[in-house]
């Protein structure tokens, strides 16, 4: 996500510093409860709002639709009814099960999917084919891992793999490793599905291009998108995202790699530069623990950093718009011209090290206004500065216009006062539920939940509970 570092105002806050706060939340909240009846009537505005709006430009976006398109479940269930009465009512007990737990899930509704899933398993398995049994297991498998129970999908998976193919097992640990954003995972499973003869979608290569790139491999990426490119020249997905990551792999060509125990950090081996890359390993790490620390959040992975030797060649490189200041896009983008030290950087590290952990614990389906709340409270910014941004607009943003990411805004002034309206309505809810709740509330957000639903769980509908 790209960030903004606005200037400090130059006019004071106004006076009746709550009555927006109240009026936003207000609206939000009743906007919420309309927003869930509609998805219970078959129509989820903010999911459409988001599908219309995602940039294939940003990897992390690729993630979610990724995984959905992994691990996808045959159009028939594989196996036979068998020869006896008893087989064939217990294919045709099963195929019921199958086919809504199938359905509810391609509906992104994992909860009511479940016991749909577990009923095909209290079936006695002498009565169906193998490839029957193992077909329900992954289907179990991968809802399972929609309501972010990462373990017990992965049993499931180790079950089904000795009864089905091996493409079709390969495919399902790929779809689970994308959805648990175990990008080294995703790729291995990816290599394996292809190797044992596995038919190759576009997807297939998106995935392996967006696993390459969250291990900060950019020549991997460039290379798996351009191959994809050229078996499936009119997909636009890789159409679109192809120009990105050539961008990535020229760039980083030449960069040099330092480590620390969390960060792989890419820079131009110039005097300038290398002579830093101690100082900032040592802030990104420090900025880090503390984000961590908020969120109750152990991390896994080793996350790539690219320090650009200037804005242009930032600016260049990430495609970022002109307004932000860093980004956050499966990596984390810091531009540091000549002559700043990096203690200049430490809010945009805080900043965007609360991305990276709000993206790992919503699952990538926290709404941008939280997102970017979150990571300007971890960075100190002062409310003082929003209150005078939206008193110049005359008014906040409705949060349903700031469910996709901000690097849409083209004006500059658009983009303050989505930050600020972010900013003012996360403190509140923040100050509300605490840091606990908050966590849970994303990790909610992560099993798919729509946002209204999980909003009205955890707000309700008292928005006086903000003005206290």
């Given amino acids: 996500m790209p960030d903004e570092q606005p200037p400090p105002p130059d006019a004071p806050p106004p006076d009746d510093r709550d009555t927006w706060v109240d009026r936003v939340l207000q609206g939000t909240l009743v906007l919420a409860v309309l927003a869930l009846a509609a998805s219970r009537a078959g129509f989820d505005p903010a999911a459409t709002w988001h599908r219309l709006t995602a940039s294939f430009g940003n990897a992390l976006d690729q993630a979610v639709h990724l995984a959905s398109a992994l691990g996808s479940h045959p159009t028939e269930l594989p196996g036979r009814p068998g020869a006896t009465p008893a087989e064939r009512a217990a294919f045709d007990t099963f195929r019921t099960a199958y086919e809504r737990a199938a359905d509810l899930q391609r509906q992104k509704k994992p909860s009511e999917a479940l016991p749909f899933a577990e009923a095909t398993e209290r079936l006695d398995p002498a009565l169906l084919q193998p490839e029957t049994r193992g077909a329900g297991l992954i289907l179990h498998a991968l809802i ?26 390969h495919d399902a640990f790929a779809a689970l490793a994308v959805r648990r954003q175990d990008w080294r995972q995703a790729a291995a499973s990816l290599r394996d599905y292809l190797d044992a003869g596995g038919k190759p979608t576009p997807q297939t290569y998106l ?4 696993s390459y790139d969250h291990l900060g ?25 192809a120009p990105r990551f050539a961008r990535d792999a020229r760039s980083e060509r030449s960069m ?12 131009v081996d110039v005097p300038e530069q290398a002579a830093l890359t101690d100082q900032l390993l040592a802030l990104l790490d420090r900025d880090f623990a503390a984000v961590c620390t908020t969120f109750s959040f152990t991390p896994d992975e080793i996350i790539p950093v690219i320090l650009y030797p200037s804005s242009s060649a930032y600016y260049s490189a990430s495609g ?18 000549a002559g700043a030290p990096p203690s200049t950087l430490d809010p945009v590290i805080s900043h965007e090290c609360t991305h990276y952990v709000v993206h790992r614990l919503s699952a990538q389906h926290c709404p941008a206004w939280l997102d970017e709340g979150l990571a300007q409270l971890a960075e100190r910014r002062e409310e003082a500065w929003a209150r005078d941004q939206i008193a110049r607009a005359g008014g906040p943003l409705p949060l349903t ?67 206290r």
Wanted: proline share 7%; glycine share 4%.
């Fill in 320 to 337: 970022a718009p002109q307004w932000s200041a860093a980004q956050y896009d499966g990596k984390i983008r810091l531009p540091l011209p």
């Fill in 217 to 241: 491999d950019a020549d991997q990426a460039s290379d798996w998108i351009t191959r994809g490119r050229a078996e499936f020249p009119r997909d636009p997905d890789l159409a679109k995202i």
């Fill in 207 to 210: 995935a392996l291009g967006v």
């Fill in 144 to 169: 399972l891992a929609d309501l972010s129970r990462f373990d017990d999908a992965q049993d499931l998976l180790a079950r089904a793999r000795p009864l089905v193919p091996a493409p079709q097992a």
């Fill in 256 to 267: 040099t790699t330092r480590y620390s125990d969390r960060f792989a950090l890419k820079f």
């Fill in 401 to 467: 216009a700031l469910e996709a990411p901000f690097e849409h805004f083209t004006d500059p002034t658009q983009a303050r006062l989505a930050y600020a309206t972010a900013l003012t309505t996360t403190r509140r809810l923040n100050q509300q539920l605490g840091a606990a709740r908050i966590r849970e509330l994303l990790t909610q957000l992560g099993t798919g939940r729509p946002t209204a639903e999980v909003l009205q769980e955890y707000v309700g509908l008292d928005s006086s509970a903000f003005t």
